[in-house]
């Protein structure tokens, strides 16, 4: 005997659940889950922090037009918002007003405090040019093999090891100097 009463989804959830709704809160929960790193990885490739919230905002809403296809099994979204916020952040620099700015001497002051506590190291690491900064922060920080770097930084696996290589020698060379500076004093 059939009847007209609606089932218990209805009743409970105010009507059927849609998939676009199970989608929704799946992105939302993986949003949560990988949020930080992505914003540490974002802050370490790009050096800032107020540049680094907005690729990762971007590369979030980016992923979540994907969502469908990269919540399946075997895929792996956190690689994908990581080559978001790295071709982001080139596209970014390849943009004619951002050769118009000129670097000054004094650093201005800053909102936010970068992810990593030891400034000096981390002022090492952002005097690194932007490739070289990349290599490292995909090698190192996000610990991906060197294929995985290639693959998210678009270069060839040898560009990932001589930019790795280029930018491990001058962070030796500037903490050496700086460890022997404070040995002298």
Known sequence: MATDRPGPEVLLTGGPVSPRASLDEDFSA???EHQRSLLAFA???CGETHA???LVQVALAKAYLKWSRLSQPGQSPAAYVRRIIV???TSLWRRA???????TDAVPERAGQPADPDDATWALVQALPPRQRTAIALRFYADLSVLDTAAAMGCSTGAVKIHTSRAVAKLRAALSDSTEGTARA
Do not use: F, G
Request: hydrophobic share 35%; proline share 0%.
């Open 52 to 54: 680094a919230e907005d």
């Open 30 to 32: 993986w949003v949560r």
């Open 87 to 89: 071709n982001d952040h």
């Open 97 to 103: 007003w951002k050769r118009l700015e000129q670097s």
């Open 43 to 45: 802050q370490l490739v």
